[in-house]
C-alpha cells in the first residue's frame, strides 16, 4: 500500500457545488481552472491559492486573457473569492491576488495578512440574473469583481 505525501493534492467536490446552479452554468474553461486551482489546495491553504498565469503554466495555461476571463466567471459565480489585491490595483506589481475556495474554510496567515473563515458557501446565492461577466478582460485590466456587496459587474 502506497504511503500518503503528506500535502499532497487531493479533493472532493461536494455534491451539493457541483449540482448548484453556479458551478453547472460555468463555461468549460473556468470549470478546467477551478480544478487547477485546487489543486494547488493542501488542506490547510485556503486563502493562499495563487492564480498567477507563471504558477499555472505547469497545467499548460498560456494565455492571460483566458486566464482572467476563466478567474472572472469563478469570481462572479462565486466559487472563489480574492483575499488579497495583487498587482496594479495593489500598487505593488510583484505582489499577485491571492483566493480563496468559498466551500472550504479560510485558513489563517498572519504572514500574509489572511484571516481565518468559515466556509461562506457564496455559490449558493449564485443568481444569473443580476451576474454579467465581461467578455473582454485581462489579467492587467482586471478589477476587483465581486466585493463584498455581492456586486458581479466591475465600475
Not at 449564485?126 to 478589477?143: A, G, H, N, R, S
Request: proline letters at 4%.
Amino acid at each position: 500500500m502506497a504511503q500518503k505525501t503528506q500535502g499532497e493534492p487531493r479533493y472532493q467536490v461536494p455534491r451539493a457545488l457541483a449540482d448548484s446552479l453556479a458551478f453547472r452554468s460555468l463555461p468549460m474553461v473556468s470549470k478546467v481552472l477551478w480544478h487547477d486551482l485546487m489543486m494547488q489546495y493542501r488542506g490547510y491553504n485556503n486563502g493562499n491559492i495563487n492564480a498567477a498565469l507563471s504558477e499555472l503554466r505547469h497545467y499548460n495555461w498560456r494565455s492571460g486573457t483566458t486566464l482572467a476571463k476563466g478567474l472572472r466567471y469563478l469570481i462572479a459565480h462565486r466559487l472563489i473569492k480574492e483575499t488579497r489585491m495583487g498587482g496594479k490595483r495593489a500598487g505593488n506589481l510583484k505582489q499577485c491576488c491571492l483566493y480563496a475556495f468559498t466551500h472550504l474554510p479560510i485558513h489563517a496567515n498572519t504572514k500574509l495578512n489572511i484571516q481565518g473563515k468559515e466556509a461562506t458557501h457564496d455559490y449558493r446565492n449564485f443568481d444569473p440574473i443580476k451576474c454579467v461577466v465581461e467578455e473582454k478582460l485581462t489579467l492587467q485590466k482586471m478589477e476587483c469583481v465581486a466585493p463584498e456587496t455581492g456586486a458581479c459587474r466591475s465600475t
